[in-house]
């Protein structure tokens, strides 16, 4: 009777796997909307943490009945494993994603996320010029989301614990700190080793912090395995980060201004600085992934985002620059001096002194190179350094 | 059966004697249709997803679209087995080790317990200790881990009680010993249940036996007790060894740098390179299979 069974089980087995075997993904040729319908009742986005604040997200959902649903993400890899896993295009579960200049490329050649009608989103027109066809989310002309926000990586420390106040990046690669430094854990992060042997070693000749040649990228890992010996640990998610602050486990680390906010609220005697050496920074865009099931709310939230009011309420819970200079006065109002304090008067010569995060792809974009480490050379390089 | 046999009519009724006589005369069929839900519920999540997971640990992935390519490689298992660059070996290794060291502290941590419940705690006395194991299953493993992230911390309950008894700061968080620590913890109940289960069984008369032959308590544990307990810690030992293996949020939480585990390179990589995070979770699976090959052939699972 066993034997028989047997043979019944693997006819079942194949019958099964035959029926389990994914459908194929039937891709329909998305046509660009012409108007916004009506909303589907509910949102939801893989977002930075407090990229849908209730602060502004309450009225939103009163005024368009879209119930927002969220999901935060720790780092770029994992928004773009979020949107990407699942069967890709957000998995018929995620309808936006907030994702950085190294996520951005990465999910528009994965076919994750599908072209914007930027004539639905009024506030367009009045965006930055550089934030309006940014290479990082328009290829080709066809625009794949709407730019956001955008600001710069700091150096965070404790000001009652270290002293003198550190100018330099090289604060978070002393050995006098040794256990209390804390960095994001993030493949990204060898950029900001780049940026800093950039000026502190012209020898190794770095152009470009996200384009590096084999030596230079060597350079920088072994820059950054010096430093783990000296970190408390890497950081996934920004409550993590706050936490070792409060607790003063870590007194000193790179961080987001956002951290530095929450601790500065929460009288952590803390404070920010944009090192001598520049820093490296995030440019932010909704983007609408493919397989998006609520795409009106979704298009609601995206022309809703862009508006002055709103543009400067979120930039100010996160601590970064909106997009949209009209939200200049909306940010005194909200808090004197701001709108200068995050340079959106002078937003060009500010943005000059960022180097925004971008996917690294082989070619490199000076010397007409082809020789340049690309993203998955920098996930392995960082599965070394940290594990 | 609610079903009226008298009434039922003649087609109808049939149908139903010859499917029952088709039944009778085959039991393998009655047999099949009783299975057919459980076996194919077990076929289409176990067996699919491993097969498919199998399958793509023999493929690769374009770098910039994270598409699957389906051409058949050892590519991912070279990268993991590199010599020269032994990242993935040394995470397999500490995971491996985290998962012995766990084990064997349970197992030490939960036999004197499960003794005391099975053989001389009073019955009320027992069941106060059952609802003192089971208690922390009742809240968020999430909740307990944080909490520990507090207990750990610099300026946490255990430094501040070690500082009170005139001893030096224990420095244990964010480290492979605190992570330990917490793991040990996190998983202690999963061995007290199955030793208490396999001590529970052993008949008093056996351990008065033993006496009555001049066996001593070192020798009447050794000779007595452990082997017939050991089916106990054998199950205990597959979970405390298969859960500290696949764990990810606990490195995550209380680990510092240098404690990543398999499970946050397969999360990390699973979808921007799922065929190498496919093959590197091929990993534990194969040290689950010699572990439990291991233990069967210390004859564990003999009394079962």
Not at chain 1, 215 to 235: E, S
Request: aromatic share 12%.
């Amino acid at each position: 009777m066993r034997e028989r069974i047997r043979g019944w089980h693997v006819v079942l087995a194949g019958l099964v796997v035959v029926l389990a075997a994914p459908a194929a993904a039937v891709s329909k040729a998305s046509q660009l909307p012409t108007k916004i319908g009506a909303g589907e009742g509910a949102l939801s986005v893989v977002e930075w943490a407090g990229y849908t604040d209730p602060s502004f997200a309450k009225q939103f959902e009163k005024q368009t009945g879209c119930v927002i649903k969220r999901k935060d993400a720790g780092s770029s890899n994992e928004m773009f494993n979020l949107i990407h896993g699942g069967g890709g295009g957000g998995g018929g579960q995620y309808d936006l994603v907030s994702a950085s200049g190294d996520a951005s490329l990465r999910l528009i050649y994965a076919g994750d996320v599908q072209p914007v009608n930027i004539k639905l989103i009024p506030s367009w027109k009045d965006f930055l010029p550089a934030f309006k066809s940014p290479p990082h989310n328009t290829v080709k002309g066809v625009h794949y989301g709407v730019s956001l926000q955008w600001g710069p990586n700091t150096l965070i420390y404790n000001t009652a614990k270290v002293k003198p106040a550190p100018k330099s990046w090289s604060a978070i690669y002393d050995p006098k700190y040794k256990g209390k430094i804390t960095v994001p854990n993030n493949p990204i992060q060898i950029a900001d080793a780049a940026l800093y042997l950039q000026k502190t070693k012209p020898a190794l000749g770095i152009k470009d912090p996200y384009e590096l040649t084999k030596p230079q990228f060597d350079a920088a890992v072994a820059l950054l395995k010096q430093q783990k010996k000296l970190l408390l640990r890497y950081w996934l998610y920004p409550a993590d980060d706050i936490k070792d602050f409060k607790t003063g486990d870590a007194i000193i680390g790179a961080t987001w201004p956002y951290q530095t906010l929450q601790l500065q609220a929460a009288k952590v005697p803390v404070k920010e600085i944009i090192p001598k050496e520049g820093v490296t920074g995030w440019a932010d865009t909704w983007m609408l992934t493919k397989r998006a099931p609520h795409p009106n709310c979704a298009y609601k939230w995206m022309a809703y985002a862009s508006t002055p009011p709103v543009q400067a309420r979120q930039a100010l819970v996160f601590g970064e620059t909106p997009v949209n200079p009209k939200a200049c006065p909306y940010m005194d109002k909200l808090q004197k001096g701001s709108c200068a304090g995050y340079h959106l008067n002078a937003p060009a010569s500010y943005a000059k002194s960022i180097r925004f995060w971008k996917t690294p792809v082989k070619t490199c974009g000076w010397g007409g190179r082809n020789d340049c480490m690309d993203q998955q050379a920098w996930n392995n390089a960082w599965a070394s350094i940290t594990g | 059966m609610a079903v009226d046999v008298g009434r039922e009519t003649g087609p109808l009724r049939g149908a139903r004697l010859s499917l029952s006589g088709a039944f009778w005369r085959r039991p393998w069929l009655r047999l099949l249709v009783l299975l057919l839900v459980p076996a194919a519920a077990f076929v289409a999540v176990y067996a699919a997803s491993l097969g498919a997971m199998l399958a793509s640990s023999f493929w690769t992935t374009d770098s910039f679209t994270a598409e699957i390519v389906h051409t058949w490689t050892l590519d991912q298992y070279r990268t993991i087995f590199n010599l020269d660059d032994p990242t993935y070996l040394r995470i397999a290794a500490r995971t491996i080790g985290m998962a012995v060291a766990v084990t064997v502290t349970d197992a030490i941590l939960a036999f004197p317990l499960a003794f005391f419940m099975a053989k001389i705690a009073g019955p009320r006395t027992r069941s106060f200790l059952f609802v003192m194991i089971l208690l922390p299953l009742w809240s968020s493993y999430l909740v307990r881990i944080y909490s520990w992230t507090t207990i750990l911390s610099s300026s946490g309950p255990l430094n501040w009680m070690l500082n009170g008894l005139g001893l030096p700061d224990a420095n244990l968080a964010f480290t492979n010993k605190g992570m330990w620590i917490v793991f040990t913890y996190v998983w202690l109940p999963f061995m007290v249940l199955p030793v208490y289960a396999a001590l529970e069984r052993i008949p008093g008369s056996l351990l008065e036996a033993s006496y009555d032959l001049g066996g001593r308590g070192l020798r009447t544990f050794r000779s007595v007790i452990l082997p017939l307990a050991l089916p106990g810690l054998a199950a205990g030992s597959i979970f405390t060894f298969s859960l500290t293996l696949g764990d990810y949020i606990t490195p995550l939480l209380v680990g510092g740098p240098g404690s990543s585990l398999i499970g946050n390179i397969v999360s990390e990589q699973s979808a921007s390179n799922l065929t190498f995070a496919a093959a590197y979770a091929m990993v534990p699976v194969a040290v689950m299979v010699l572990y439990i090959a291991l233990v069967k052939r210390l004859g564990a699972f003999e009394a079962l």
